[in-house]
Each structure stands twice: as structure tokens, then as C-alpha cells.
T-cell receptor, first 111, second 115 residues
Framework: GDSVTQMEGPVTLSEEACLTINCTYTATGYPSLFWYVQYPGEGLQLLLKATKADDKGSNKGFEATYRKETTSFHLEKGSVQVSDSAVYFCAPAGGYQKVTFGTGTKLQVIP | KAGVTQTPRYLIKTRGQQVTLSCSPISGHRSVSWYQQTPGQGLQFLFEYFSETQRNKGNFPGRFSGRQFSNSRSEMNVSTLELGDSALYLC??????????????FGEGSRLTVL
């Protein structure tokens, strides 16, 4: 079945630092790839997505590029803010329309 | 447009009891998925319903079951509760584009504590 390997957290960064959260996946066919974010006390919400190879998803300063050759979808942001503190989930959606979530990476940004 | 609504938000049960959780999807959404979130395991897929039919199922024991009604509202039931069932149960709905590219819209979850 599909699987996701996501870098373990927690990740602690100072405000304005660069962020990279690694994500690699295994899936049948050509899955769509998503990053979801969960702020404290809330459910998950979509951050960005990419539906085919070499697509770049972006939102709120975050970016991720669909790399088919390395089966990766790393999340990046050039300058993080305290408000970015949350848990981030990588999620491929492949066969049978089932979405598989990674274990989540907790990001803490300190002023 | 109202979001995904889950009830109850918090509940405490004892071992051996059963529990029913409810999820009302966004109006017009016909796909409803359930996930179990725990600190150690992350999000694990329970099942997905579409137009009252179970379309996908995760690797959970038969104590976990669900159903969907004609108005797309969904319930999940856990029987003979165990301590390890303590978790945040998240429901997510998906809209017209219910294929792999569609976005999941999550509720805030039902936090179950089993004593």
C-alpha cells in the first residue's frame, strides 16, 4: 500500500529562519500530493497541493515541488513566522482515492 | 457555508463500553472519511463513505464500524472500548471533485478518552 516518510520533529526555528520539511512517499501510479497543516486545537486544513510531476504548489509563502524521480515532496519556506507554529502533514492521494498521511512534523517558531 | 461539524467534541468512556461519533459534512459533499489521530501513530485511515457505501477501509479491527445516511451525515461506532482507543477522531469531507486531486475538509475532531 501507499506510505509516507516524513522527517521527525519537533523542529524548532527562530523567526525568519528557513524551513525545509522532508517528505518521501511510495504509491502506485501517479498520486496527487498534499501538505496539510494542523494549528493547535484545530482540525487539519489544506496548505498546498500538486497533482502532477514537476508541479509546484504554493500558499502563504510555503512551496513544495512534485519530484517524481525521487518520489519526494519537500515543504519549504524562506522565512518562518511565529504564526507558522503547527503540525505539518505530507499526504499522497493515490489509488482507490485513499489519502495516506505521514506522522506529522511539529514546527515551533520562537521569536 | 458551514464547515464539517463533529459531535461530541469531547467524551470520556470506560473500558468495555461503546461509543458513537457523528459527522456532518459540508453541504453538497458526498464523501466522508474518518481518521484516528494519536501522538504515536499520527493519522490513521479508518474508512471512507460515498453515497452511503463504504468505498475504502483501513486496517482496524471489526470493533470499528461506520455508516453514512442519505443526507451524507456519517457516524462511526467503536464497540468494546479499549484503553488504546483513546484518540482524536477526525472526520473529513470531500466535494464534487471527489477524485484523488480533491481537497479534504476536516472537522475539529472528537476527543475520546477511555478510562
Amino acid at each position: 500500500g501507499d506510505s509516507v516518510t516524513q522527517m521527525e520533529g519537533p523542529v524548532t526555528l527562530s523567526e525568519e529562519a528557513c524551513l525545509t520539511i522532508n517528505c518521501t512517499y511510495t504509491a502506485t501510479g501517479y498520486p496527487s500530493l498534499f501538505w496539510y497543516v494542523q494549528y493547535p486545537g484545530e482540525g487539519l486544513q489544506l496548505l498546498l497541493k500538486a497533482t502532477k510531476a514537476d508541479d509546484k504548489g504554493s500558499n502563504k509563502g510555503f512551496e513544495a515541488t512534485y519530484r517524481k524521480e525521487t518520489t519526494s515532496f519537500h515543504l519549504e519556506k524562506g522565512s518562518v513566522q511565529v504564526s507558522d507554529s503547527a503540525v505539518y502533514f505530507c499526504a499522497p492521494a493515490g489509488g482507490y482515492q485513499k489519502v495516506t498521511f505521514g506522522t506529522g512534523t511539529k514546527l515551533q517558531v520562537i521569536p | 457555508k458551514a464547515g464539517v461539524t463533529q459531535t461530541p467534541r469531547y467524551l470520556i468512556k470506560t473500558r468495555g463500553q461503546q461509543v458513537t461519533l457523528s459527522c456532518s459534512p459540508i453541504s453538497g459533499h458526498r464523501s466522508v472519511s474518518w481518521y484516528q489521530q494519536t501522538p504515536g501513530q499520527g493519522l490513521q485511515f479508518l474508512f471512507e463513505y460515498f453515497s452511503e457505501t463504504q468505498r475504502n477501509k483501513g486496517n482496524f479491527p471489526g470493533r470499528f464500524s461506520g455508516r453514512q445516511f442519505s443526507n451524507s451525515r456519517s457516524e462511526m461506532n467503536v464497540s468494546t472500548l479499549e484503553l488504546g482507543d483513546s484518540a482524536l477522531y477526525l472526520c473529513a469531507s470531500k466535494g464534487r471533485d471527489s477524485g484523488p486531486t480533491g481537497e479534504l475538509f476536516f472537522g475539529e475532531g472528537s476527543r475520546l478518552t477511555v478510562l
